[in-house]
C-alpha cells in the first residue's frame, strides 16, 4: 500500500464551499479578536458533546448533559452518563493531543470508551459490520489489516497537499470506513476531524460541528453509504463542507470578546432556555421572529435547542396549543 491514496476527485462546489468558509473563518477572527469567551467554549463543548452522543442514540437531554458536566446528579441510564462524562474528559485533553499519532488516537479511545467496552485504547480484535435494522450497509475490513489501514491514512493526511478542510473530511471518511474500533468510530471520527480541523485553525476546537450533522443525521450516514458504493468520497467531503460552513454561520452572531469582558456572562454565554426567555420578554411571537430575535438562522438547531426544550420545561406555551404546527402558531411566556 506505498503512495497510498484515498478514491476521491476534487469538484468546483468544494472549491466555492472552501472559499466561502475560509472567508467566514476571517470575519469571525476579527470579531472574535483572536480570543473566545470562556462561557461560550464550555456551551460549545457541551453541544459538542450532546450531539456527538444523540448520533450514537443517546438519549439524555442537552440540559441533562450540562448538569452531569456541572457535577449535579442526574436520574439516567448509567452508562449514558458515562458516555458523556468519559466524552467530556476526551475532548478536554483534545488540545494537547498529536493529530498525526496513532498514539495519541488509541490514548483518546481508552478515555472515551473507558468502563463502556473491554477493547477500550485498542483496535478491535474482530471482523465487524454496520447495520441499518438488520440490514448490512457496510462490511468494515478484517481486523488484521486495522493497524496497516491506520497507520497509512495517518502518513497520508501528513503527506497530502490537498486544502486541510478536504482532507480532514477525506479523513472522517476512511476513518469510519476502516471502523478500527469495536465501539466508538462515530464519535472518535468526528472528534478527530475537529482536531485536524483545530490545528489548521485554532476556533475549531470549540465550534459544535456536530450538533449541525446530528441535525442532518440521514443525509451524514447516507453520504457515508453512498460514498462506499460509489468508491469516491467527493459526496461526503461536500456534505461536511457544507455543515462546517453553516456552522461557522451559526457562531457569526456571537459578537466581539474582548479583555475587557471576557469574563463577563452576556446573553451568549447563558443557556439555551435562558436566551430564549430573555429574546422573547413579554412579547408574542412566532418562531421566524424569535430566530430573527435570537441571531439564528437554522431551525433545526433552533427547534432542539431552545424552542423544544423551553415548552417542554414549561418556559413558554403556544398561543394555539391544539394545533401545534399551525401556520399562525406563536409563543408567549407562562405566567
Not at 310 to 322: F, W
Request: glycine fraction near 6%; include cysteine.
Amino acid at each position: 500500500m506505498d503512495g497510498y491514496t484515498p478514491p476521491f476527485h476534487m469538484t468546483d462546489k468544494m472549491t466555492c464551499l472552501i472559499a466561502e468558509i475560509s472567508e467566514q473563518v476571517g470575519r469571525i477572527a476579527v470579531l472574535q479578536e483572536g480570543t473566545i469567551s470562556p462561557h461560550l467554549r464550555k456551551g460549545n463543548r457541551i453541544r459538542t458533546i450532546h450531539s456527538s452522543l444523540a448520533i450514537e442514540h443517546n438519549s439524555l437531554s442537552l440540559e441533562q448533559v450540562t448538569a452531569i458536566l456541572d457535577g449535579k446528579r442526574v436520574l439516567g441510564n448509567p452508562n449514558e452518563i458515562k458516555e458523556v462524562q468519559n466524552a467530556y474528559e476526551a475532548y478536554e485533553m483534545m488540545l494537547s493531543l498529536d493529530p498525526s499519532s496513532v498514539k495519541d488516537l488509541l490514548k483518546a479511545h481508552k478515555l472515551m470508551m473507558q468502563g463502556l467496552v473491554p477493547e477500550n485504547g485498542r483496535f478491535r480484535s474482530k471482523g465487524v459490520g454496520v447495520f441499518d435494522g438488520k440490514n448490512l450497509v457496510h462490511m468494515a475490513p478484517p481486523a488484521e489489516f486495522v493497524s496497516e489501514h491506520i497507520h497509512h491514512l495517518f502518513e497520508w493526511y501528513q503527506s497530502s497537499e490537498l486544502h486541510p478542510l478536504v482532507k480532514s473530511a477525506i479523513f472522517h471518511y476512511e476513518f469510519e470506513f476502516i471502523h478500527p474500533f469495536a465501539d466508538g468510530n462515530g464519535r472518535m471520527g468526528r472528534m478527530w476531524h475537529s482536531l485536524l480541523l483545530g490545528k489548521w485553525k485554532d476556533l475549531f476546537f470549540w465550534l459544535p460541528i456536530e450538533e449541525l450533522i446530528q441535525s442532518r443525521q440521514k443525509e451524514y450516514y447516507d453520504a457515508l453509504g453512498a460514498a462506499d458504493k460509489e468508491a469516491d468520497s467527493a459526496g461526503f467531503v461536500e456534505l461536511m463542507l457544507e455543515i462546517i460552513r453553516d456552522s461557522l454561520k451559526e457562531i457569526t452572531v456571537v459578537g466581539r470578546t474582548t479583555d475587557q469582558d471576557s469574563d463577563q456572562v452576556t446573553d451568549q454565554d447563558k443557556p439555551p432556555i435562558e436566551r430564549l426567555a430573555a429574546a422573547l420578554g413579554d412579547d408574542t411571537l412566532s418562531a421566524a421572529e424569535l430566530m430573527a430575535r435570537l441571531g439564528l438562522s437554522h431551525k433545526p438547531t433552533f427547534r432542539k435547542n431552545y424552542l423544544t426544550p423551553a415548552l417542554e420545561q414549561q418556559v413558554i406555551e403556544r398561543t394555539i396549543p391544539d394545533k401545534p404546527n399551525s401556520k399562525n402558531q406563536k409563543y408567549r411566556k407562562r405566567q
